[in-house]
């Protein structure tokens, strides 16, 4: 069983910086990409950034120089520093991570956190 657990979220206001953290643990064996998704309400969720294993990174181009994502292999653990944030930033935010279990180490599944609120205020 792999968990993600994120954490970070809040109520900011324009302008402001918020920084994401997402911890995955469990039986892992080895975790290729996580990313960051988000979703708004009455929107479809979309992604935000996401990160190799050899640490290379794409962005949403809504997000390209204000949010950075960076990942911690030892620790499992995916990060999303949140710069100038704008009020269309606000969504809920969904860690995501490919990962190899323990168990069946020849195949990937994709894991998905509970969600952290992030509210941008104008």
């Known amino acids: 069983q792999v968990q993600l657990v994120e954490s970070g979220g809040g109520l900011v206001q324009a302008g402001g910086s918020l920084r994401l953290s997402c911890a995955a643990s469990?039986?892992?064996?080895?975790?290729?990409?996580m990313g960051w998704y988000r979703q708004a309400p009455g929107k479809q969720r979309e992604l935000v950034a996401v990160i190799s294993s050899g640490e290379s990174t794409n962005y949403a181009d809504s997000v390209k120089g204000r949010f950075t994502i960076s990942r911690d292999n030892a620790k499992n653990m995916v990060y999303l520093q949140m710069n100038s944030l704008k009020p269309e930033d606000t969504a809920v935010y969904y860690c995501?991570?490919?990962?190899?279990?323990?168990?069946?180490?020849?195949?990937?599944?994709?894991?998905w956190g509970q969600g952290t609120q992030v509210t941008v205020s104008s």
């Open positions: 469990g039986s892992i064996f080895s975790i290729n990409a």
């Open positions: 995501n991570a490919q990962v190899r279990p323990r168990s069946v180490s020849y195949s990937i599944f994709g894991y």
